[in-house]
């Protein structure tokens, strides 16, 4: 970012050309002041992201410094897990003075790049992002006018700083836990496809039932769409299995509550009829009945350690760029079918 060469300002007519629609239908599209067709859009977000562009407002706030503002991009804000890590943002970047903007993605790379432009309206320093499957887009259109990205939550092939927990060995030590105590029927109800994080989790799966002699049984990597109602849907598709499973891992937070009420409408209960263990952690967790085996994220380190990226790299655009992992913690109740140890809270 630091040392490029002065360049020409990308205008609306530039994404209007490379885009081949009128000015007229790009402000549209920018501005929402008219419905426009779908594949339109997708197009003109495109040469948003290609050109560079920045309503000029933005492009004459971006020759300035001391912005006081780091934007937030991510899906799902009513998440407990992204809450916290919101949290921790929001506690670390007010200590260094700055304020927090959100902008919700719904993990969409259209609505990504929406995100990020009115992000960039409200002149951010920095944006840290929890990239769609597809965050491409979004990463290029900020580094064209030179704002730096921090990605969360998940690892993107791209060369900015990142921070995000580890899922793969976590998620096998989940499966190596339900192994131990005599499953061998264990399911896993996955997240959205494309996903770091569902990719790596179910990597975690496979490998915890490999390393304990468990072959994948059919149907039993079942798609919950990292979401509750998917994972309703995708527990009644094991649940109709001709060997139903004993044991379920669930993928995120809003699975399991899925997970469980699925459970709950069909009669059956946890852990007697289907040992549950989570990768993510509630606070209200040890209030369940039974308590919740989990794999906790560090949420709120997620997030502050996000913060100090954004703020290191806002200071020195040159670093090279960072990747740190973060281990979750295994919290070890009842919600698996054995005893937790005494210590466990």
């Known amino acids: ?146 704002i730096p990205v921090i990605a969360i939550d998940r690892f993107v092939p791209a060369d900015v700083d990142q921070v995000a927990v580890a899922n793969t060995e976590p998620t096998a030590v989940l499966v190596d836990h339900l192994a131990s105590i005599g499953h061998t029927r264990i399911a896993m109800l996955t997240g959205r496809d494309g996903l770091t994080t569902t990719v790596e989790r179910r990597a975690g799966y496979r490998l915890g039932l490999s390393r304990n002699g468990i072959e994948v049984r059919p149907g039993y990597e079942a798609d919950g769409d990292s979401s509750e109602d998917g994972a309703e849907t995708a527990l009644g598709q094991l649940l109709s299995l001709p060997e139903p499973p004993t044991a379920l891992v669930a993928g995120n937070n809003r699975m399991t509550i899925g997970a469980m009420r699925a459970l709950r409408n069909a009669g059956l209960k946890v852990p007697g009829d289907m040992a549950l263990v989570s990768f993510d952690d509630f606070e209200w967790a040890d209030l369940f009945h039974p308590r919740l085996t989990a794999m906790a994220q560090p949420a709120l380190s997620i997030g502050e350690q996000a913060v100090s990226m954004a703020l290191s790299r806002i200071a020195s655009p040159s670093l090279p760029p960072r990747k740190v992992t973060i281990n979750p913690t295994f919290m070890h109740r009842e919600s698996c079918g054995c005893p937790p140890p005494d210590n466990t809270p």
């Open 1 to 146: 970012m630091a040392g490029r060469a002065p360049r020409q300002t990308p205008t609306m007519s530039d994404v209007a050309r490379r885009a081949g629609v009128s000015v007229s239908t790009v402000s549209h599209v920018l501005n929402k002041t008219r419905p426009v067709a779908s594949a339109t859009v997708r197009s003109v977000l495109d040469a948003v992201a290609e050109t560079g562009y920045v309503p000029d407002p933005v492009a004459r706030a971006l020759d300035s410094t001391g912005y006081g503002s780091i934007g937030l991009a991510m899906s799902a804000l009513s998440n407990p897990y992204f809450s916290n890590v919101v949290h921790g943002i929001d506690r670390h970047a007010s200590a260094a003075g700055y304020s927090v903007l959100l902008a919700d993605t719904h993990d969409e790379a259209d609505m990504e790049v929406k995100a990020v432009s009115e992000l960039l309206r409200r002149r951010v320093s920095a944006i840290i992002l929890a990239a769609s499957s597809d965050g491409a887009q979004a990463i290029r259109y900020a580094h064209k006018v030179d």
